[in-house]
């Protein structure tokens, strides 16, 4: 058994809904570039992405809207008439071919899903995915297919397993916590940026689940400014005291990058650390509650050029028990890139000491984070009594 697998096909790069949107999976390849500049990566780590069938979308996916995003990446319908499917929008323009684009960005993290419930590998990452956003009939935030959710419903339906799903992007998962919010084999937590401030505006502490799924969806909304210590406190002491409390048999992370001062599209002020953190402490979890079987993916990240290679490659480096490197990043990989991005590449692993002037609030916002913490808990904490 191989103990991870990198899913990864240079097609992926074709999800591209134009030169000047901020989602840009070019920082796919400035992540491979990075990982085999320190020879943590090979080729044969890597295995090809898959597409996804109609079937397979249709786990999640309404066929009328499957249909109309086939006909809209091949010109056959306006922008006009695919708006009320989320397509054609400022967020979701439509582009040539959007389907097999799509369709190829989920067919990658069922491969990494049947690898790791297969027990070929212990962990497998497909950082192509992560389209937390997109719901059964309509596409929204970037994200058309919801590879996350699809994946889920085919690990329930060909593995018969109970799926904790975690979610650390800024933006908070609603796609995957609306799909199986009244699923009580499946249990969704999501750390993010208060929906006060930032879309797509829910993700409050109150939403816990429906009927039979109450007490499975559990949300860990943070402030604007939240810095790494407070971050770190609310992801791990929730996500010990939720698996332990929902037991799962396998770990699906949706591995978002934009929780960084960088990041141009959301409030939170984290830096590299909270990337160290999030993926050793899912991986130390997978162990101990799942056999090691942790399915990763990516999502969200629109620094793409200072923040989302190193981040993303700590989630391989961890995988596979790498020392998580420090001091300079690779020179080569430097001087390639620098050429094309437009502006000074971070020269090390770690952030620049300090990265930004301190907030006056830091304290404030802190306390608010503890308390909303507490809150969020109180299913688990009120059954312990």
Known sequence: MKNAVF?????????KFSDSHPFNHKRLLLT???????????DDDIIPARVAT?????LVHDPKYIDIVKKAGH?????EQAEPYGIGTEDTPIFPNMHEAS???VGGTLQAVDYVMQGKSKHALNLGGGLHHGFRGRASGF??????SIAIRYIQEKYQARVLYVDTDAHHGDGVQWTFYDDPSVCTFSIHETGRYLFP????????GNGQGYGTSFNFPLEAFTEDNSFL?????ALREVIEYFKPDVLFTQNGADAHYFDPLTHLYASMKIYREIPKLAHELAHEYCDGRWIAVGGGGYDMWRVVPRAWSLIWLEMNDYPIPTGKLPEDWLNKWQKEAPVPLIPTWEDPNPLFEPIPRKAEIEEKNAQMLIKALNIIRSEKK
């Open 7 to 15: 899913v990864y096909s240079p097609e992926q790069l074709s999800y």
């Open 32 to 42: 491979i570039d990075l990982l085999k500049n320190i020879d943590a990566l090979s």
């Open 54 to 58: 109609d079937e397979e979308l249709e």
């Open 75 to 79: 010109g056959l319908i306006t922008a």
């Open 103 to 105: 369709s190829l960005l």
């Open 143 to 148: 994200c058309i297919y919801n590879d996350s």
């Open 201 to 208: 505006g829910t993700g409050n502490i109150s939403e816990r």
């Open 233 to 237: 406190m609310v992801y791990e002491k």
